[in-house]
């Protein structure tokens, strides 16, 4: 009796290619299309921008952390170390 391709391969994964795993989503078919895909980024400007506003929360929480720091390693609170108090 004859076998079919099928029971010839004892596992059909072995045979086929493996895919390359990524770890972003794949983009849809028409973000990559479109002739404006690259104006959807965010770019450097003047003013009340989207970028300039996130780079500023950046700034902002890297401060934040910075004078916690401060505060931790000299046991003083900002206001004593400025001289204030």
């Known amino acids: 009796m004859p076998q079919s391709p099928d029971?010839?391969?004892?596992?059909?994964a072995a045979t086929e290619t493996p895919t390359p795993v990524t770890t972003e989503a794949a983009a849809p078919e028409t973000a990559t299309a479109s002739p404006d895909a690259t104006t959807d980024r965010m770019s450097p400007g003047f003013g009340w921008v989207p970028y300039a506003e996130r780079i500023n929360g950046r700034f902002a929480m890297v401060g934040f952390v910075a004078l916690l720091l401060l505060e931790l390693i000299t046991r003083q609170d900002?206001?004593?170390?400025?001289?204030?108090?």
């Open 7 to 12: 029971a010839a391969s004892p596992d059909p």
């Open 78 to 85: 900002f206001f004593t170390w400025l001289g204030l108090r």
